[in-house]
């Protein structure tokens, strides 16, 4: 449509510019409206985001504090059988075996080690975030904080995977041994130092990723108005 110069040079330049104006706003209100409408689902993407991850870690923390008091007190039953095969062992490399059994107390037995847990840390929440490219929406503070939680999994990961090597072994616990012989009570020390090392790195890999679990919710806590 071409502006009507009827009206003369001023009236002609006012309705010049209304015309500029409508076709100006007919470009940028869509753009505009487009912007608000992404910006209104990124927020929402943002926060089923938070709330899937916070579910996840909240889920994955009750199941390793779970496992971390097993843990703990099956390590007490591992130091006291450790300290029964050395008292023993002493006696025996010195020939003072007199009065000593020859069977093990069996402190640590095959049913012990099957009530410890070793659980599977879930990841899902943080993947499908990952390849919906939500985790560019999130603060860079809780996504520093939630990247270094995820890779903690790794270390924790490492450590099961030994503890769950050496468990293994463990089946052969309630099998009766002649502790006089030192090739079976060399065999029943050494297994039960081996316990005791993959429980210490298991629950020092646990305290590790509580210390992540508290850092990643903290980072995920609503911010307070």
Known sequence: MRPNFTFGPLDSVSQYLLYLS???????LPFLLQKWHERRR??????QTCAALRSE?????????????MLRGFKE???EEKL???????????????????????IVHRETT???????????????????????LLPRETLTAL??????????????SMALAISVRSNAMDLPIDL?????????MELIAHLLSSNEFLCNSLEQLDQLFEEGLKSLAPART
């Open 22 to 28: 409508i076709v100006v706003l007919g470009v940028i």
């Open 180 to 188: 006089s012989a030192r090739c079976a009570l060399e065999s029943r």
């Open 57 to 69: 870690i909240e889920a994955n923390r009750k199941r390793a504090n779970k496992s971390l008091t």
């Open 42 to 47: 990124n927020a929402e993407l943002a926060a």
């Open 147 to 160: 990247t270094l939680l995820y890779r903690g999994h790794t270390a924790y990961d490492e450590a099961r």
């Open 84 to 106: 029964f095969l050395d008292e023993h062992w002493r006696r025996v490399i010195a020939d003072d075996a007199a009065g000593l059994s020859t069977s093990s107390p069996n």
């Open 77 to 79: 039953l591992l130091v």
């Open 114 to 136: 099957a009530m410890v847990s070793y659980p599977v840390m879930q990841t899902t929440a943080w993947e499908v975030a990952r390849h919906a490219d939500a985790l560019r």
